[in-house]
T-cell receptor
Framework: AQKITQTQPGMFVQEKEAVTLDCTYD???????LFWYKQPSSGEMIFLIY??????QNATEGRYSLNFQKARKSANLVISASQLGDSAMYFC???????????????FGTGTRLQVTL | DSGVTQTPKHLITATGQRVTLRCSPR?????VYWYQQSLDQGLQFLIQ???????AKGNILERFSAQQFPDLHSELNLSSLELGDSALYFC??????????????FGEGSRLTVL
């Protein structure tokens, strides 16, 4: 079964508008972390935002916010005031079984390609 | 700049050949991860090393192997290459701190083309 599901292969948004990229996840571990990464056409992976499973509030980082709905197991990325430079692939990822002082792999979704138009 | 260095950035080789990809993690990061990204695909986890020891293994082919050296740099060896091995190979590292959220810091990737 897919642990991370991104159902939108591609999205278009007009400049200055907000856009929501969907992500659902599947885990039985009560301790986990959710991440969003951006991959522009140049190829590098850029960390955007993190949400821990025990965090009470939704994470925000500048124009990025994470709409975390634990009961629905969703962690949607909201980009406000889209800019042309936001055009990229966006990946949702999960780390399961987080324990302080350890390191563990991330499992990635298949990504959503966002195109910002004028 | 994430602080993770990967070489080479681009590599073109023929089927049946062997290549080595190199990764230097961020200063102080003990954990190194290798991921494969085929065309228009997500990132597939290959293998993780922590302070020289293999920590976790993903869908890594038997033709592939990796190691982490005492200076913490890592190498991914790909042998008997096939056309389907053409991909972007990422190395990532992460620190071990109680306050750390666990995000991975990625290198720019090594793009392998097998002809």
């Amino acid at each position: 079964a897919q642990k991370i599901t991104q159902t939108q292969p591609g999205m278009f948004v007009q400049e200055k508008e907000a856009v929501t990229l969907d992500c659902t996840y599947d885990t039985s571990d009560p301790s986990y972390g959710l991440f969003w990464y951006k991959q522009p056409s140049s190829g590098e992976m850029i960390f955007l935002i993190y949400q821990g499973s025990y965090d009470q509030q939704n994470a925000t980082e500048g124009r990025y916010s994470l709409n975390f709905q634990k009961a629905r197991k969703s962690a949607n990325l909201v980009i406000s005031a889209s800019q042309l430079g936001d055009s990229a692939m966006y990946f949702c990822a999960m780390r399961e079984g987080y324990r302080a002082g350890t390191a563990s792999k991330l499992t990635f979704g298949t990504g959503t390609r966002l195109q910002v138009t004028l | 700049d994430s602080g993770v260095t990967q070489t080479p950035k681009h590599l073109i080789t023929a089927t049946g050949q062997r290549v080595t990809l190199r990764c230097s993690p961020r200063s102080g990061d003990l954990s190194v991860y290798w991921y494969q990204q085929s065309l228009d695909q997500g990132l597939q986890f290959l293998i993780q090393y922590y302070n020289g020891e293999e920590r976790a293994k993903g869908n890594i082919l038997e033709r592939f192997s990796a190691q982490q050296f005492p200076d913490l740099h890592s190498e991914l060896n790909l042998s008997s290459l096939e056309l389907g091995d053409s991909a972007l190979y990422f190395c990532a590292s992460s620190p071990i701190r109680d306050s750390h959220t666990g995000e991975l810091f990625f290198g720019e990737g090594s793009r392998l083309t097998v002809l």
